[in-house]
């Protein structure tokens, strides 16, 4: 069983990003709240772990913010659908 290996934080002044090794893949999770994406990288696709921070440029984060608030827009949708706020 092969286990997640975390390899660094990537600074962010909004969003928890944390770059993982795993199955021949990096992994990037990004945390906003109780959100979180993740994106799966092949090791085939970058040279070493240290070129994926270059690939969360700021199109690519400023995505990933409207993403994070589209998620809380539905979840909060769906708790008053049940009567839950």
Known sequence: M???R???NIPHPQLSI???AWNN????KIEAGPYEQTYK???????SPD???ALLDEPFLAQV???FQEMDTDWQATLERQDLL
């Open 2 to 4: 092969l286990l997640m």
């Open 41 to 47: 990288v092949s090791e085939l696709d970058v040279i």
């Open 6 to 8: 975390f390899l660094q």
């Open 51 to 53: 070129d994926v921070p």
């Open 25 to 28: 893949k990096y992994i990037v």
């Open 65 to 67: 913010v409207r993403r």
């Open 18 to 20: 944390g770059l993982y």
